[in-house]
Every structure is written in C-alpha cells, then in structure tokens.
C-alpha cells in the first residue's frame, strides 16, 4: 500500500500541469477559468453592503473595540470552518447545493432549504442595489437633491425648521417672519393653533435644547429617502403598500439586467466580471478613507470606533452580534459556497481559499468601519450630537448618513457618485452568487437546463422581479425588513447545524478529512502540513461550531420579541416571517422522511449512494484507496464511462493517452482505430 500512496502522489504532481491549464476538467459542467477567478468570486460573495454599515453599527454598539474580542473567536469556532466545509462539498463532488448530498441522501432537504434562503434573499437584496442605482443616477448633477430640504420634506425637515433667538424674538409674530403661533415653553417650540403636541403642527424652535427631545429635526437626506425614494413616508406599514414607484422599478429591473448579462454564457463570464466589481469597491473605499481623513472631527468618529469598553464583554448580546455577524458576513449556509466550489478544479488548494477569503472579508469590515467612523465623526461635529446619536443601522447609515455627510464637501456630486458605484459593485457580486445558487441547483437537478442556460436565467430573474415588485411601493420598505429579519435569520443557523451533523457524524469525520486531503494534497498554502490543522476541523465540525450555532439559536429565541410594535407591524407580519423560516425546515425535515421511506429505512437513507464521489472517473481512481477503507462497495466508474484494466495504478500513474499508457485497454468502438 505504501507503493500505492507513492503513486498517487507522484500522479498528482504528473496532474498539475493538466489541472493548471485554461481548458476545462468537466467538460459537461465547465470550470473557472483560473483560480483567480473562483477565489475573487468567493471574496466578492463575502465581502457586501453589510460589511460597509452593519460591522460598524455592532462595534459602537456594543463596546468599540472591545467587540473584536468576539468577533475574532466567533471567525475561528463558527465562520472559518462552515466556510471550509462548503467549500469541501463542492469542490470534492462538483455538485450545487441540490445534488451535493448524495454522501448521504437523508440530508438532501438542506439542498432544498439553500435553495429557497438564496431566492428568498435575491429577491430583496436587490432591491438594495436598486436604492443604489437611484442615487446614483440622481448624483449626477450640480447639486444634489438631498442637500436641502425639497418640495417632498416635512415641516420637521432640517431646514424647514425655524430657530427662534430667545432674546427679542417670540411665537407670538414678533419675529423676523412675523409669523403669529402658539407658544409651548415647555417643549420649547411655536406651534399652529388647535396642533399641540402634534409634529405636523410645530413652526419653530423656541428653545432648541428643549425642543429637540420633544421634536427633533430630521436631516434633508433622511426625508429624501422616506419621501422621495422609497415612499415609506407615505406609508403607514407593511399592511398600507400603495401603489409601485415606477422610478423605483425600472431601477430594480435595471439591477435584475445586470445579472442576467453576467450569468447569461457561462460560469466565465461573471468570473471576468468580478476582475471589476470584487477589486473595485477597495479603491473607492482607500479613496474615501482618505479624504474622511480631512475632515473636521473625524478623530472624534475614529475614537468612538476603537475605544474598548471591556464591561460590556460581560454581556451576552455582545458575543451572540459577534457570532451572527460572522455568520451572515460570509454568507455560509446558504449554498453560494457549495455553487461557487462545485466549479473548481479538483485538485484546487481550498484551505488556502477558505483562509484568504474569510480573513479578507474580516478586515474588509474593520477597514470599512474606519471609513465610515470618519464621516460620522465630521457629521457629529456639525450637528453638535453625539456620534451614537448621529449613526443609525441598517439604510439609515448607508442611505443617510453618508448622502449628507457628502454635501458639506466640495464636489459633493463627485463624492457620491463614487460611493454608491461602490456600493453597486459590492451588491452585485453577492447578487450574482445568489441567482448563480438557484441556477446551478436548477442545472444539476435538471441537466437539460444546461442548454438553456440564458434562457434559466432570464425566467428566474423576471420571476424574482415580478416577486419583488411588492418592494418598490410605498410600503415596500417594511416588506424588505420582514424578508431581511426572517429569510436569513434561524434557517440558516438550522442549516448549518444539519451540516455538521451530516459530515461529522453521519458520513464520518476521517473520511472526510481524507477527502479533503486527496485534493489538497499533504500540505496547503504551499507550506503548512494538512495533519497540523488536522484534528482542529475534526472538533470543531463534530462539537464546537453546531454547539455555537445552537447556543446562538437559543439565545435568539430568548430576547425574541417579534416586529409586532403596534405600528408599522403586526402579528400578522411575524406569522408571514415565520412562514418563510418554516419552509426552510419544512424542507430539510420533510425530504428527511421522504427519502427514508423511499429507502426503507433510516440506516439505508444515510449511507452514499453509487455516485458519491468526484465527478471525473480519474478523480474517483484517485480517490479509490482511502474510500474503500470506509466503504468497501465504492464504485470507480458507476456510469461506465471507461473500460478499467487490471492494471488500475498505470493509469493514474502515467500521464499519456491511447497504446502510449501501459494500463490503457481502448473500448470496443475505438478497436478500429488502431
């Protein structure tokens, strides 16, 4: 056996050239163009808008600098090896997240539930890059919109507030409007008549201390993204949806193009596309930096940001933010990984990718919140609030915040422009992750679709579109929250404890250790020796990362308390959210007792079928010797592709075609040939 191992090794090194070159390995289903190509998509999947708002938000949240503690811990127990998990399955059976589970077929239902989680999270994503495109098309111009308040703001809007001076000026009409009002000192504000205590009533500040905990200014941009972007200014909630913006839904079909130009051909093409959208967003993001750099008070932003406060590790919320956001960042769980590796070639270094993309995503959002920390440092200086008072979640900080922050530079326009094509180019590459999930499902579990590929991906993205149009009417914003707060939230976590469950304890940890190492070879990142890392996969597949992902669960149901807030949702929403989670686990569950009824039993249901395995029969020789260890019923060529000679080893071993290999025994229908 030792000659064998031997063997194998030297036809691997024999293999590298082959494996290098630009043609594909699996013809039927292609393959990236280069490594380059696979690894850039992965980053651009990773790496998306949460990282520029949501990162930053959970820091000042939750202690500063004091949250990369956790951050850092939950990378190592819960994002590095769910990524590399996925990231296995795909490379080692070139299968999308529909087929991937033939090593054991009772988990086929998981397939199902990424499948459902990536359109669910395509559909509203979107919509996301479709504010983008709108902002983008209205920065061109001399000025921007949302640099005063319009014909679409409030009374309450920044500068339709009037500001009293106390020492000779009152509600009464002595004042330089000569304005006659009601006055209410102790609100500290002037206010129509027969209108106390309402916000459509107040005129001015009398006192502005006072007046702002009672009735606060809200910035021109805020307004412009309530009124004028979204509508939701006009909506009283979900349930009051109004009628499409049709300025909106052009964008948000222009966004759905852009897809269907990158997914049309082939896997190729959006892995060129990526050379632009994955690089280009750092660019914009130095260029910003810099110039946050120059601005007023921004030390007072960057302060905020990496100031510790070590109590608040005592919390628990602090360490369940850090888990989730490590999570959801890289996008594990939701079968993109498993699409994205299904391409590679087999012999491709993932442990080398996992670590890269994973560690890249991670600082890509300690950078992005340095940017963003500077602005709002700037902005907290010239309104004279607080920077935990200035900074918001979620579109608040990416679609306010920052829009106005931009208005007191010079060439404003031209700092706009160049942050949302950043944001449009870190939403498309997570975007096109997404459909290409439902796509390659799609192909694999209907093969005809291959052909068709162009017209695959038109039908999913008008069916996506027309799903989505909900989201461009006036109450489509709360839509979006409901989809954001329960398509991606405990189905995933459900998703990746299954996985463990599967590799570890169903398939077999060493096995797929050996897997692992079959493609790799015996060291990864040209350096390090696969059996260091060995044992570290092996615990925390089997124990650490499905107890955390549970633990995170558990915690969640704990300080749940539902959208019902009595205003813009209800009891209602919730149960349409807890429809979308259900169909997730429904899924996963319900093909579980399928598939044990289809075999006969819950033992059959769980071992591989004939398939299992790479998808290339010389991969499969290779992988022959330590498969057999674990399943003595293995089956080299199930497909009876090639005629395989006693002399197997020649095979793997001498890299010729025809009579040159020793080991070649031609099929009945080249004898003529020769």
């Known amino acids: 056996m030792a000659a064998y191992e031997t063997d194998v090794e030297t036809h691997k090194a024999k293999l590298a050239d082959i494996d290098d070159e630009s043609g594909d390995e699996n013809t039927e289903r292609g393959n990236w163009s280069s490594k380059l190509d696979f690894l850039l998509s992965c980053l651009g999947y990773a790496v998306g808008l949460g990282n520029v708002w949501r990162f930053p938000y959970l820091c000042y949240r939750n202690g500063g600098g004091a949250f990369f503690i956790p951050y850092c811990i939950a990378l190592a127990f819960l994002g590095i090896p769910i990524f590399l998990l996925e990231l296995a399955i795909g490379q080692y059976s070139s299968s999308g997240p529909f087929t991937c589970w033939k090593y054991s077929p009772i988990f086929t239902g998981i397939g199902y539930g990424m499948f459902i989680v990536s359109a669910l999270v395509a559909i509203y994503y979107n919509m996301i890059i479709a504010w983008a495109f709108f902002y983008l098309f209205a920065s061109f111009t001399d000025e921007l919109p949302w640099q005063s308040c319009g014909d679409w703001s409030t009374n309450l809007c920044y500068d339709n507030v009037k500001i009293l001076n106390k020492t000779w000026e009152s509600c009464n009409g002595n004042n330089r409007w000569g304005k006659v009002w009601e006055a209410n000192v102790t609100q500290g504000i002037c206010y129509e008549t027969g209108m106390l205590n309402k916000k459509e009533g107040v005129r001015a500040y009398l006192d502005a201390d006072k007046a702002k905990d009672y009735f606060p200014r809200t910035l021109p941009s805020q307004e412009y993204f309530d009124n004028y972007v979204t509508g939701s200014g006009y909506s009283s909630g979900y349930d009051d949806l109004g009628g499409v913006r049709w300025q909106l839904a052009l964008c948000y079909l222009l966004a759905f193009i852009c897809v269907i130009l990158a997914l049309s051909k082939s896997i190729k093409t959006s892995g060129k596309v990526v050379y632009f959208t994955a690089t280009f967003p750092y660019i914009v993001l130095v260029i910003l930096f810099i110039r946050g750099l120059m601005l007023e008070g921004m030390e007072e932003g960057i302060r905020f940001y990496i100031t510790p406060d070590l109590n608040r590790l005592s919390d628990a919320q602090v360490w369940k933010d850090a888990a989730v956001q490590i999570f959801f960042s890289l996008s594990a769980s939701w079968g993109g990984l498993i699409a994205l590796a299904s391409y590679n070639k087999f012999h491709n270094d993932l ?301 793997q071993v001498e890299n010729k075609s025809g009579l040159q290999n020793t080991g070649y025994v031609p099929h009945a229908e080249d004898s003529s040939k020769f």
């Open 351 to 651: 442990l080398r990718d996992t670590l890269i993309v994973t560690f890249g995503n991670c600082l890509t959002s300690v950078f992005a919140g340095f940017v963003i920390f500077s602005y709002l440092g700037y902005l907290s200086t010239y309104m004279g609030l607080p920077v935990d008072e200035v900074a918001k979640s979620g579109p608040s900080l990416t679609f306010v915040v920052y829009p106005f922050a931009v208005t007191k530079m010079p060439i404003s326009p031209l700092w706009a422009i160049l942050f949302f094509v950043m944001l449009i180019t870190l939403g498309v590459d997570s975007e096109f992750v997404l459909v290409e999930t439902v796509i390659t499902s799609l192909m694999d579990r209907f093969p005809k679709l291959r052909k068709y590929k162009l017209f695959t991906v038109m039908t999913c993205c008008l069916l996506f579109f027309l799903l989505g149009l909900t989201l461009t009417t006036d109450g489509g914003i709360y839509m979006l929250s409901i989809m954001d707060t329960y398509s991606g939230g405990w189905s995933i976590l459900f998703i990746a404890i299954f996985e463990c469950i599967s590799v570890g304890w169903v398939y077999g940890i060493f096995r797929f250790l050996d897997d692992i190492k079959l493609m790799t070879g015996n060291t990864f990142c040209w350096c390090f020796p696969f059996i260091a890392f060995k044992y570290w996969w092996m615990l925390c597949w089997c124990f650490i990362t499905p107890l955390l992902a549970a633990i995170i669960m558990v915690f969640s149901w704990v300080d749940y308390t539902g959208m019902d807030n009595g205003a813009e949702y209800d009891v209602y929403a919730d149960l349409m959210g807890w429809g979308m989670t259900l169909v997730t686990i429904v899924c996963i569950v319900g093909t579980a007792i399928y598939v044990i009824c289809k075999t006969g039993g819950i033992k059959e249901a769980m071992k591989p079928n004939i398939e299992w395995g790479p998808a290339l029969v010389r991969h499969r020789r290779e992988a022959e010797y330590h498969t057999k260890r674990y399943a003595s019923d293995f089956v080299v060529d199930p497909w009876g592709l090639e005629t395989a000679s006693p002399n197997d080893v020649h095979l």
